[in-house]
């Protein structure tokens, strides 16, 4: 219902939009049309000017109008997805304490709950950092403090570590390629943003893998400055449309698959943020719908 609701007030904005162009464009020309008779150049060079301001405000005013509403749906898109995941966690601790309180379980049965649970505070918690963290970012501009230098690989095996060990998988799911040549990899920023930026893409890489987790990760040079991060799914894909957009905050891709998958549409907005504020940038590459997607992350190397 919001939705309709929405795409008919975009609509109805637009086509008053035009309406009100039309009109400005008719009353326009003939007052043209009779001055020029009347032979004022003056007032003709006036009220051609006037006219192309009211022009560029009513269509400033119809775009202005277009993106509002659309942000405001993308919002209301992050508030559902954000309930979703807060209350989905808690309902099943809940249901596994309950279960646990009323019944006397045998214990290979009573840690397997608690395994559960355990997994929906974690998953609960991460969804808590993760907003906490995106009101972080928004606030906080280029920070000088906190700032080392670090090996950038021993960090990404890290993250590859946490990832397999969050998602239960086998360690040939993500798999990181040796560095060339043995260099070291050296950085400047602030470890544990950085390490968010890079479990967020690992997460998403595995959450747009529904049927096969095949993720492979490389570490590489770019123009003699840069280490770049490539880490490349087997998974959805991405259409190419959509490269530039899946970084804005609260965007999630339209399709039928992207209800399915579980997200916030905060992840990639957070990766973008923190690799703008380091320097950095991410870059997202896709064939297209089952073609998988290639995330690169660009740092400038110490």
């Known amino acids: 219902m919001n939705i309709t609701r929405r795409r008919g007030a975009i609509a109805t904005f637009i086509t008053l939009g035009v309406l009100l162009t039309g009109l400005t464009v008719f009353l326009n020309i003939t007052w043209i049309i009779r001055i020029r008779n009347e032979g004022h150049l003056a007032l003709l060079v006036l009220g051609i000017i006037l006219f192309a301001i ?3 405000g009513v269509v400033l005013n119809t775009i202005f109008l277009v993106r509002e509403i659309r942000r405001n749906e993308r919002q209301d898109s992050f508030l559902n997805a954000v309930t979703h ?8 601790i809940r249901l596994y304490l309950e279960t646990l309180q009323r019944r006397d379980l045998p214990e290979a049965q009573k840690q397997h709950f608690y395994q559960v649970m355990h997994a929906d505070s974690d998953r609960l918690l991460s969804t808590v950092e993760q907003v906490l963290k995106a009101g972080e970012l928004g606030q906080r501009h280029r920070q000088q ?21 969050r998602h239960h998988l086998p360690p040939e799911a993500i798999v990181l390629d040796p560095v060339p ?4 990899l050296r950085v400047e920023g602030i470890s544990e943003d950085l390490r968010t930026a890079i479990l967020n893409l690992l997460d998403n890489a595995v959450k747009y ?12 040079i770019s123009n003699y400055t840069k280490v770049a991060l490539s ?22 891709v ?9 997200g916030t549409g905060l992840g990639l907005f957070l990766v973008r943020t923190i690799a ?20 690169t992350l660009t740092l400038p190397l110490v």
């Open 209 to 220: 893998s529904p049927t096969r987790v095949q993720i492979r990760c490389a570490l590489a």
């Open 54 to 56: 009211l022009v560029a």
């Open 145 to 165: 403090q906190n700032r080392t230098q670090f090996d950038f690989e021993p960090l990404v095996a890290e993250c590859i570590a946490i990832t397999l060990s």
């Open 85 to 92: 995941e807060l209350k989905t966690p808690i309902a099943s």
């Open 276 to 295: 703008r504020q380091h320097g950095g940038e991410i870059t997202a590459s896709s064939n297209g719908h089952n073609q998988g997607t290639t995330m």
């Open 181 to 184: 040549g043995a260099v070291r």
């Open 231 to 252: 880490i490349t799914d087997q998974g959805l894909g991405v259409p190419p449309k959509e490269l530039k957009l899946i970084f804005k905050r609260f965007y999630r």
């Open 254 to 262: 339209p399709g039928r698959y992207s209800v399915k998958i579980k």
